[in-house]
């Protein structure tokens, strides 16, 4: 049964550039919820997806979108790349009305 | 807004027990869990605590005290590779809202 699968593992973008990050869920879970994590700090919830749909937000600009497609997975969506984007971006999938969220190993961006 | 407090770095023995304490502030309160995190990988679940009291799984058990907005994680029997990043993080509405996290180290 495969958990929660992220890519891709690190990339590395210049600054203004756009990036996109993938995320599938863990097998009957259909709920992806989005977070950023800095060096030393805890994840910050960007958003929520279930149904295709965006169901709550965390305190981020428009720059960041998501989508997520019938087989209910999701995509991260970054636009206008600035230096203080460099963070590990965890994608984490569960049921709905169900918990835990289950994490994915993450991307790790670099803004150069 | 959300504030959840718990302490930066926490420093054990092999074989000693180690409690790891989290305060929260927060606009709303469905539960509150415990993840584990290692350097470079991802969160991974320990607990989950939705009602009052201690829960037990193992070496590792957890307590919440809803109207005191307190939590702590208590990890028995230490091991070395218990050594990771401990986070606290409350479950509100449809997110996880999540503390700095604590970072313990085992020493033989």
């Known amino acids: 049964d495969a958990g929660v699968t992220q890519s891709p593992t690190h990339l590395i973008k210049t600054r203004g550039q756009q990036v996109t990050l993938r995320c599938s869920p863990k097998s009957g879970h259909d709920t992806v919820s989005w977070y950023q994590q800095a060096l030393g700090q805890g994840p910050q919830f960007i958003f929520q997806y279930y149904e295709e749909e965006e169901r709550q937000r965390g305190n981020f600009p428009d720059r960041f979108s998501g989508h997520q497609f019938p087989n209910y997975s999701s995509e991260l969506n970054v636009n206008a790349l600035l230096l203080g984007d460099s963070a590990l971006y965890l994608c984490a999938s569960s049921a709905w009305g169900n918990q835990p969220q289950h994490f994915g190993d993450g991307t790790r961006l670099s803004i150069l | 807004g959300q504030n959840i407090d718990q302490p930066t770095e926490m420093t054990a023995t092999e074989g000693a027990i180690v409690q790891i304490n989290c305060t929260y502030q927060t606009s709303g309160f469905n539960g509150l869990f415990w993840y584990q995190q290692h350097a470079g990988e991802a969160p991974t679940f320990l607990s989950y605590n939705v009602l009052d009291g201690l829960e037990e799984k193992g070496r590792f058990s957890s307590f919440l005290s809803r109207s005191k907005g307190y939590s702590y994680l208590l990890l028995k029997e230490l091991q070395m590779k218990d050594s990771a990043s401990y986070l606290c993080?409350?479950?509100?509405?449809?997110?996880?809202?999540f503390g700095a996290g604590t970072t313990v180290t085992v020493r033989a």
């Open positions: 993080a409350v479950h509100n509405d449809y997110k996880l809202s």
